[in-house]
């Protein structure tokens, strides 16, 4: 009997569907990649997942994030990504935590309640704390690293922290993360130059030079290095029940 899972038994069998129904996936920051990434994960049938992300949806997000209708804007995209996620499959549970992922919020959080971490979130102090924290839990963890600044998506592939090129957070995670003793760490990255942001029309002086900070953004960079982790995290699990 066909159900709204057919296609993805007809791929990893209907045992591994199970295991993805029983699995429970935390996504860290639900903007331009953790937003597609939860997207994926949702799709494929994960049963739990946990959303971890203070930010509303802004008109600027429109450009990219999956979340950013003009109807949402002003909403948490913790809670308009629970609204998708159960239309997709009634069946899940989602549970959101109007929270950025600080060291100082990340004793609300224990790992070992998870089967699999997805670090989606910007700040450096963040990423490092949620990594050792999934270390310390045994908890497999995957990381994005800068999405930002970029215009070819096919430049993104998988590998070792220890392994990265090119990407200037990736340089400064490898750097810090070993001084804490963690050498190992799966991580989605591009070996795209990032490029220079550019000043748009009509700027003020003192708009630009606030605004060197951000990076700029476009629909499909941060689209592919969310469904590329969240690939990892299904094949991953898929791969844990053998």
């Not at 790992?111 to 908890?139: E, R």
């Amino acid at each position: 009997m066909e159900n709204q899972f057919s296609r993805t038994e007809l791929l990893i069998g209907q045992e591994n569907v199970k295991r993805l129904q029983q699995a429970r996936v935390a996504v860290f920051g639900v903007g331009g990649v953790g937003g597609y990434a939860v997207e994926a994960l949702a799709r494929s049938g994960v049963g739990t997942l946990d959303l971890i992300d203070n930010d509303k949806v802004s008109l600027s997000n429109l450009n990219r994030q999956i979340y950013a209708l003009h109807s949402t804007i002003g909403k948490y995209k913790v809670d308009v990504a629970k609204e998708r996620v159960l239309d997709i499959n009634p069946q899940a549970e989602v549970n959101v935590y109007r929270i950025f992922y600080l060291p100082e919020t990340a004793h609300q959080f224990d790992f070992a309640n998870y089967d699999y971490v997805v670090d989606a979130i910007d700040t450096v102090t963040g990423k490092l704390m949620l990594v050792q924290q999934a270390v310390q839990a045994g908890t497999p963890v995957i990381s994005s690293m800068g999405a930002g600044n970029k215009m070819n998506p096919a430049a993104f592939q998988v590998a070792e922290l220890s392994e990265t090129s090119v990407c200037p957070l990736a340089k400064v995670m490898r750097r810090e993360l070993k001084k804490r003793g963690i050498t190992s760490l799966k991580v989605v990255y591009s070996k795209e130059k990032p490029l220079v942001p550019q000043a748009g029309n009509g700027e003020q002086t003192a708009e630009t030079e606030r605004r060197r900070q951000t990076p700029g953004s476009n629909a499909f960079v941060p689209a592919a290095a969310g469904l590329i982790a969240a690939g990892e995290v299904v094949r991953d699990l898929v791969e844990m029940a053998r």
